[in-house]
């Protein structure tokens, strides 16, 4: 897998992407731009930024999407708003390589990385511990699924 910023170009396989993950993802939280129109907005937005992770074809594999904040006194923080690998490719370091890729890219430009998982995304939860991220607040209940509740979890890394 190469990672690339999001380009014009990846239109169509950055929805065929989404698709497919959101298709059997734990929990939709945060609905990346799928809307129409709302792929071409991202790209005057300064405040996102989205890379995406391509196989040998161009064809999208997993994606991850970051937000930044612009103004001066918080902007050494930064926000994971969402991280996503196709179904087929799980399980094979791809989300791994697109974490340590945010990480190196912005551990000169910023301190602290946030992000929020629900509690029962173990598989998620797992990865961002193997990256050092901690748990750093929660909201209890937060979320209903299957006639139970889940925590909204913040998990923190200091760069
Ligand atoms: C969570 C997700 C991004 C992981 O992607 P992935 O490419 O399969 O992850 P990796 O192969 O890089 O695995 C990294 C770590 O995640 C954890 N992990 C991944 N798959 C797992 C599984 N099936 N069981 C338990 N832990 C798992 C492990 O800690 C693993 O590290 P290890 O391989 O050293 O044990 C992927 O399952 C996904 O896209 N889920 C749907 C969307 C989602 O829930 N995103 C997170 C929203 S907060």
């Given at each position: 897998?190469?990672?690339?910023?999001?380009?014009?170009?990846?239109?169509?396989?950055?929805?065929?992407?989404?698709?497919?993950?959101?298709?059997?993802?734990?929990?939709?939280?945060?609905?990346?731009?799928?809307?129409?129109?709302?792929?071409?907005?991202?790209?005057?937005?300064?405040?996102?930024?989205?890379?995406?992770?391509?196989?040998?074809?161009?064809?999208?594999?997993?994606?991850?999407?970051?937000?930044?904040?612009?103004?001066?006194?918080?902007?050494?923080?930064?926000?994971?708003?969402?991280?996503?690998?196709?179904?087929?490719?799980?399980?094979?370091?791809?989300?791994?390589?697109?974490?340590?890729?945010?990480?190196e890219s912005y551990k000169n430009t910023h301190k602290i990385i946030t992000?929020?998982?629900?509690?029962?995304?173990?598989?998620?939860?797992?990865?961002?511990?193997?990256?050092?991220?901690?748990?750093?607040?929660?909201?209890?209940?937060?979320?209903?699924?299957?006639?139970?509740?889940?925590?909204?979890?913040?998990?923190?890394?200091?760069?």
């Amino acid at each position: 897998m190469h990672i690339a910023p999001l380009a014009v170009e990846h239109k169509k396989t950055f929805i065929d992407l989404i698709t497919a993950i959101e298709s059997d993802a734990f929990f939709i939280y945060t609905s990346p731009p799928i809307k129409p129109g709302a792929f071409e907005a991202i790209f005057q937005n300064n405040n996102i930024d989205i890379f995406i992770g391509l196989n040998d074809k161009n064809v999208g594999i997993g994606y991850a999407m970051v937000v930044k904040n612009l103004q001066k006194e918080s902007a050494h923080l930064l926000k994971i708003q969402s991280i996503g690998i196709t179904p087929s490719h799980r399980a094979q370091g791809c989300a791994s390589q697109l974490l340590a890729f945010i990480i190196e890219s912005y551990k000169n430009t910023h301190k602290i990385i946030t992000l929020e998982v629900i509690s029962g995304n173990t598989h998620a939860i797992n990865l961002y511990k193997k990256f050092g991220f901690t748990e750093c607040g929660k909201i209890k209940d937060a979320f209903k699924k299957d006639g139970g509740s889940h925590d909204l979890l913040t998990f923190c890394k200091t760069l």
